[in-house]
């Protein structure tokens, strides 16, 4: 998969600025696309941006030596299956094994010729009729615009719309009582110093719905050829009965057709609205590279296996589900 955006130059450079060092770093020529750190005292490694990349795209250079690769482990999180990476390594000592995980939601656009085709494809002529009704209401009562920012956009527009972001982010999870580590300073300052620069060489996308010159609703994506990777979406909740989320959603599907896009990622985890808009569901895995002639090697590899396998089974428990309910209910009761 060409023009990746986690496996850019900028953006495993800008991550060791913000959180590690050059040292810290391994690269092996027989795994191309991902960037490493090692765990203290093991020959274990993973990849190094796993805990803000969802998406992970890595390729086996078979033109390469696997020698580097000897008495080592290694751990790439967060492959989407429909990636579909060979992963025959052509190597008698060198096994990858995956390990299921979440599911995960695309939009499969190829399935489909326009955004009309698709939304006939999805709902009845009653509901298509209501969700086109929502951008026509909120047009009516507001001065909008929309604007999808992707290849250009100044320096000072793109800070204040990352400032509105971020605001419209905290004051969202406050009312739902609930934290986002992707709103920490340091992991929100790399993330509004990475997208900028995504943007200009078209590998990832900002939309903005604008009331007069204000955004109320912001949806931060990255792109991958003919891949819009939604990441995260905030809207004004004062606007919340003009439906401006499925508003969002709806113009940047009309974008994506526009701009021959063929997949629209929603990435992991379940939300109602997914299951809704989403007509392709896919399957989460990490991949685990182990030497097997390297007892050490091999006994870590399992370790990691099944301490995986046995974290998935807990998240599809039924008294997981439950005990969520529960808590959910006590942090609204708190609001």
Not at 194 to 220: E, H, M, R, T, W
């Amino acid at each position: 998969m060409k023009n990746h955006p986690y496996n850019s130059y900028i953006f495993k450079e800008k991550w060791i600025n913000h959180f590690t060092t050059p040292e810290n770093v391994t690269e092996f020529n027989y795994l191309l696309g991902p960037s490493f750190l090692k765990k203290k005292n093991s020959e274990t490694y993973y990849n190094t941006t796993s805990s803000f990349t969802l998406q992970n795209y890595y390729k086996i250079n078979r033109a390469s030596s696997s020698e580097g690769l000897k008495g080592k482990t290694i751990l790439i999180f967060n492959v989407p299956d429909y990636f579909k990476i060979n992963t025959n390594t052509a190597s008698t000592n060198l096994k990858i094994v995956p390990v299921r995980e979440y599911i995960g939601y695309l939009i499969d656009l190829d399935k489909v010729d326009s955004f009309k085709s698709y939304l006939s494809s999805r709902f009845n002529s009653k509901k298509k009729s209501q969700i086109k009704g929502y951008s026509k209401k909120l047009e009516k009562n507001f001065n909008i615009k929309y604007n999808m920012y992707f290849g250009e956009i100044t320096k000072e527009k793109y800070d204040y719309i990352m400032e509105c972001f971020y605001d419209l982010s905290i004051k969202s999870f406050k009312k739902k009582g609930l934290k986002n580590r992707k709103l920490i300073p340091k992991n929100f300052n790399f993330t509004k110093d990475i997208i900028y620069n995504l943007i200009v060489k078209k590998q990832a996308c900002i939309f903005v719905v604008y009331k007069d010159a204000k955004p109320i609703g912001i949806s931060v994506n990255y792109n991958s050829n003919n891949i819009l990777f939604g990441d995260s979406t905030v809207y004004d909740t004062l606007y919340s009965k003009y439906n401006v989320g499925t508003i969002m959603l709806m113009k940047q599907l009309e974008w994506c057709f526009s701009n021959r896009i063929s997949t629209f990622d929603f990435s992991k985890g379940y939300f109602p609205y997914k299951k809704t808009w989403c007509n392709t569901s896919y399957h989460f895995e990490h991949h685990i590279l182990y030497d097997t002639s390297s007892f050490k090697a091999t006994l870590t590899a399992y370790k990691n296996i099944y301490f995986l396998k046995i974290k998935q089974f807990l998240r599809e428990h039924p008294l997981r589900n439950y005990l969520k309910k529960i808590k959910k209910h006590l942090l609204l009761r708190k609001v």
